[in-house]
Antibody
């Protein structure tokens, strides 16, 4: 069974940093592009970032470019999102999802709250 | 960036009735269109990809159609478990973009 389990969310002050993790199991993690998608409270879905199978290619939404860094450790079957210079607008549930085009598996999400 | 626009924002339907949801792209995405279902407190789940192909395990009452800029998700006979928010997403061009969602609620 495919499983994606996010962790690392929590309350952080504006300007702070947080690192999210997504532990993958039940499939060949190294064979899939991976994404981070976020959802602000009561809002829709927003694609945040993606990473290629070997981690060599990454892409970011304009709203997080220069502040967020996506990475992966295929030996540990884990995806990461390093988030720096967080603002209140980054408050959201962050999901990891697999797939180059559409995403057929999603984690349950981890809540990031940016507040003073 | 391709803008995806869904309509209506909210659809009130009685159980057993048909629901028709629309998604429009600001430019052609071919058939590179997916639909997701999200229930309260849950992650999105894939329903349809390639505009019309049901994902594994998705009941036949869900069907997708369209190409280019106009797409439709039809739920032929709404069941209680189908009341949720539905999102379309294009994957033709980066960045991947989602519609704002259509909430299907009980009438």
């Amino acid at each position: 069974e495919v499983q994606l389990v996010e962790s690392g969310g929590g309350l952080v002050q504006p300007g702070g940093s947080l690192r999210l993790s997504c532990a993958a199991s039940g499939f060949t993690f190294s064979g899939y592009f991976m994404h981070w998608v976020r959802q602000a409270p009561g809002k829709g879905l927003l694609w945040v970032s993606r990473i290629s199978t070997d981690g060599g290619t990454t892409a970011y939404a304009d709203s997080v470019k220069g502040r967020f860094t996506v990475s992966r450790d295929n030996a540990k079957n884990t995806l990461y999102l390093q988030m720096n210079s967080l603002g209140v607008e980054d408050t959201a549930v962050y999901y990891c999802a697999r797939g180059y085009s559409y995403s057929d598996s999603w984690g349950q999400g981890t809540l990031v709250t940016v507040s003073s | 960036e391709i803008v995806m626009t869904q309509s209506p924002a909210t659809l009130s339907v009685s159980p057993g009735e048909r629901a028709t949801l629309s998604c429009r792209a600001s430019q052609s995405v071919g058939s590179d269109l997916a639909w997701y279902q999200q229930k309260p407190g849950q992650a999105p789940g894939l329903l349809i990809y390639g505009a019309s192909t049901r994902a594994t395990g998705i009941p036949a009452r869900f069907s997708g159609s369209g190409s280019g800029t106009e797409f439709t998700l039809t739920i032929s006979s709404l069941q209680s478990e189908d009341f949720a928010v539905y999102y379309c997403q294009q994957y033709n061009i980066w960045p991947r973009t989602f519609g704002q969602g259509t909430k299907v609620e009980i009438k």
